[in-house]
């Protein structure tokens, strides 16, 4: 199969972005399943039901969220109604959707996606990552339920996220990391056949401060005073995330190459 997976999307520009090229990447790459990481498409601040139907509309098959899965509040309830929407196994015990989705992918093999938020540095106390996925993974085992099985891990430190690549190391197609919004030079194959990237950066604008616009951040920086709200930048996005081929029988990744597309960054694509 055929995987792309795309890091976080920052406010308008990286809606645009994907709105623009996501389509294009699919036809030109005979992408089977896309999997977007939508948390931020929304003002920088969570994702609301119509900038969704937008993304997935562009050529998302799953779209996963983060810490700020509820920041738009109404989707609270659209989760419940969109199956393609995905949160954190470990955000809240009562938290509305799911957090682990077994897909049909369009050549109709079937994708399992799980995402996890990590407890490193994170602003909220959440539960344990490692064995909510352990647990998810066993439900849709990598190539016998499922023929690849996606892993977003939405978290602050490249020691945990690296931590959790060597966890699914053998149980996961791709285990990669978002939250941070800068690309890592980590890809590899691990042992055991799964694909990783410690972040997969943003989509969004990156002459920015991790996708917001400049001034705000800066002064906080030197002044420690807050005076205005975060903007997210909006001139053109570079399309950040991961490009996986996995093996039809196994599930394990044959292939993986970082995927930078427009914008400011030096440009990647598969090869």
Known sequence: ??????GDVMGRA????????????????KLDFVVVNGENATSGAGLNAAHA???????????TLGDHAFDQKEMLSFIEQEPRIIRPLNYATQAPGKGARLFTAQNGRKVFVAQALGQVFMKKPFADPFSALDQALKTAPRGGMADAVIVD?????????????HWLDGRASLVVGTHTHVPTSDTMILPKGTAFQSDAGMCGDYHSVIGMEKTEPLRRFVTGMVKERFTPANDEATLSGVYV???DRTGAAT???QIRVGGTLSQSVPV
């Open 1 to 6: 199969m055929k995987l792309l997976f795309l």
């Open 14 to 29: 990286g809606r645009r972005a994907v709105l623009e090229r996501l389509a294009g990447l699919r036809s030109d790459w």
């Open 245 to 247: 081929e996995t093996d």
């Open 153 to 165: 891990f939405h978290a602050e430190a490249t020691s945990e996220k690296m931590g959790m690549g």
């Open 53 to 63: 139907r937008a993304l997935l509309d562009a050529g998302a098959d799953c779209l």
């Open 255 to 257: 292939k993986v190459c």
